[in-house]
Each structure stands twice: as C-alpha cells, then as structure tokens.
C-alpha cells in the first residue's frame, strides 16, 4: 500500500512541479527540502539500522555483498552500454 | 561526492546514536519515517517537474537517445542478477531491487529499507555509494575502453548531477545532454522500478 501511496504522490508532485517552472525562487527551496529530508530520513534510517542487532553484526558481509553489486551493475551497465555504441552511436567511418 | 559524505556523515550519526540507545522512544517509531518518505517523494516530484532543463533536453533529443536509459537498465539489472548467483545470503530479486538504484543511493536505500527490509537498504545505501564513487573515479579509464556512452553508463541517475561533470569532461560537451537525459529518466524510473521488483517478492 504504502508503495502506491509514494508513487502516486510523486506523479503528483511532477504534474504540479511543472507550475512552478517559472519560480526559481520556489524552486531552490523545494531543492533545499529536498536534500534535509533526504538527511532526515537517511538519520532515522541509521537510527533503525543502530538498533537492529543481527545488521550490526553482520555488516563486514553487508558491505562485502554492496561491493559486488556494485561491481555487477557496473559490468552489466558499461558492457551493454559499449555494445549499444558501437552499433547505433559510433560514427561510421565511411562517412566521414 | 561532498553530498554523499554528508548523507553518510547524518546515517552515521543516527547508527552510532541507535547504537548506544541515546535517542528518545517516540524517534524509533516507524510511521515518522514513512511520512517523511511522502514529503521527499512528492517534493522529488516537484523538483523534477519544475526542471526547465527536463523538458527542453527531451525537445533537442532524437530516438535513438532513449536507447541510453533502457541500457543502463538492462545492465544494472542482468548484471546484478548474474552476481547474485555467486553470493549467499542474497536472491535474484533482491539482487535487482539494490541494482535499480542506478546510483541514487538516497531514494533506493529509504525505499527497500521501509517497503522490505533494513538490511536490503543498507545494501542498496552502500552498492549505489560505491556506484558514484567509481565512477568518478573510473569515467576517464571506462571511456577509453568501452566508448563514449560508458560513462553516463556507470554514473546512472546521477549522469544528471553530481557525475556530470566529469563525464562531460572525459566525453565531451555533445554527450552532456544525453547524460542529462538518461538521468532524469533514471532518477523517474528508481522508485518505480524498485517498487515492481519488490511487488513481485
């Protein structure tokens, strides 16, 4: 439910940001909103995280599993990314 | 690079402080954290919407461009999914849910960690962190060997901001509006995607 609830709100919220295109003023501060309440709730997300036992204890394999994702993504991402450049994006040397 | 310190230092704070239980009971409560997650999302909106640069890239743009998000996509997607195979502890689906973060380590960790699991979000906090910072690093290596769309590749979401300097720097100033693009389609489709991977979980 909760997950709806999010994405509903953020359609909304690109609809109406559009009305302040104009409003750079609105605009800064809706940024500087953004950004405390991504502090806000990256602090309470750390405060769930400290209380939670079996995560403190397990955190060297936490970061172990983050860094190989990493590296997964990455791969995936730059190999299909190479790929998709030399089919549709290098310039053809014919061309030139 | 700056903003993602900052990020860590306020998680660090709070993880120290849960830690040693120095925080007042009514902090601990997990509704506060699912308001603030509406506010950030609707104001997450916002601030896209109210891009001027969004809709004036979309206008320069030809088709092909979408084909940059899409890429992006597919590989953090398949390449998460293929590691997942070799570690324990971790499924395919999960494995994904950290790889849709596409590098906005803020948004994916606050949505895995309140609509799954906290442990999951620390993964994906952590993952889409190292994702920045390689690629700051790495951009200038990752272009010379696997072309000019490398780069806005591993930046992801943040192709938009905080890695667009460099890949301009090290692709030049044409592809800067491409990464721009593939960004902000990024950054819209991280909280979707996230949320379809966990639906199917």
New interface residues.
């Given amino acids: 439910m909760?997950?709806y609830?999010?994405?509903a709100?953020?359609?909304?919220?690109?609809?109406?940001?559009?009305?302040?295109?104009e409003?750079d003023t609105?605009?800064k501060n809706?940024?500087t909103?953004?950004t405390w309440?991504?502090?806000?709730?990256?602090?309470?997300?750390?405060?769930?995280?400290?209380?939670?036992k079996?995560?403190?204890n397990?955190f060297s394999?936490?970061?172990y599993?983050?860094?190989?994702?990493?590296?997964?993504?990455?791969?995936?991402?730059?190999?299909?990314?190479?790929l998709?450049?030399?089919l549709?994006?290098?310039p053809n040397k014919d061309e030139q | 690079m700056k903003g993602s310190l900052?990020?860590l230092a306020?998680?660090?704070?709070?993880?120290?402080?849960?830690?040693?239980?120095v925080?007042p009971e009514w902090?601990?409560n997990?509704d506060?954290?699912?308001y603030?997650?509406?506010?950030?999302?609707?104001?997450?909106?916002?601030?896209?919407?109210?891009?001027?640069n969004a809709f004036y890239v979309l206008r320069k743009l030809n088709f092909?461009v979408v084909?940059?998000p899409m890429?992006?996509v597919?590989?953090?997607?398949?390449?998460?999914?293929?590691?997942?195979a070799?570690?324990s502890?971790?499924n395919v689906l999960e494995?994904m849910a950290?790889?849709a973060g596409?590098g906005y380590y803020?948004?994916s960790?606050?949505?895995i960690?309140?609509?799954y699991s906290?442990?999951l979000?620390?993964?994906?906090?952590?993952?889409?962190i190292?994702?920045e910072i390689?690629t700051l690093l790495a951009v200038p290596i990752?272009v010379k060997y696997?072309?000019?769309?490398?780069g806005?590749?591993?930046g992801?979401a943040t192709a938009m901001d905080t890695t667009l300097p460099v890949i301009v720097k090290f692709t030049g100033k044409d592809y800067g509006i491409i990464a721009i693009f593939s960004g902000i389609v990024l950054t819209?489709l991280v909280?979707?995607i996230v949320?379809l991977i966990?639906?199917l979980m």
Avoid: H
Avoid at chain 1, 9 to 21: D, S
Avoid at chain 1, 38 to 49: P, S
Avoid at chain 1, 65 to 82: D, E, N, P, R
Avoid at chain 2, 121 to 128: E, F, P, T
């Fill in positions: 909760t997950s609830i999010v994405i709100l953020f359609a909304m919220g690109i609809v109406i940001g559009r009305l302040f295109r409003k609105t605009r809706v940024d909103a953004v309440s991504v502090y806000l709730l990256l602090f309470l997300l750390g405060i769930t995280v400290g209380t939670n079996e995560i403190i397990n394999r936490i970061g599993q983050a860094f190989w994702l990493t590296f997964g993504a990455v791969c995936g991402s730059v190999l299909l990314a190479w998709v450049y030399r549709f994006f290098k | 900052i990020i306020f998680f660090a704070v709070g993880l120290a402080g849960g830690i040693f239980n925080f902090l601990l997990e506060l954290s699912t603030a997650l509406f506010v950030l999302m609707f104001l997450v909106g916002i601030s896209i919407g109210s891009d001027k092909k084909l940059v890429t992006v597919l590989g953090s997607l398949s390449g998460t999914a293929i590691i997942s070799l570690l502890n971790i494995a950290v790889g596409f803020s948004l960790s606050i949505f960690s309140q609509m906290q442990e979000g620390v993964i994906a906090l952590l993952s889409n190292f994702r390689i990752l696997f072309g000019k769309l490398a806005i590749a591993t992801g819209i909280p979707v949320t966990i639906e």
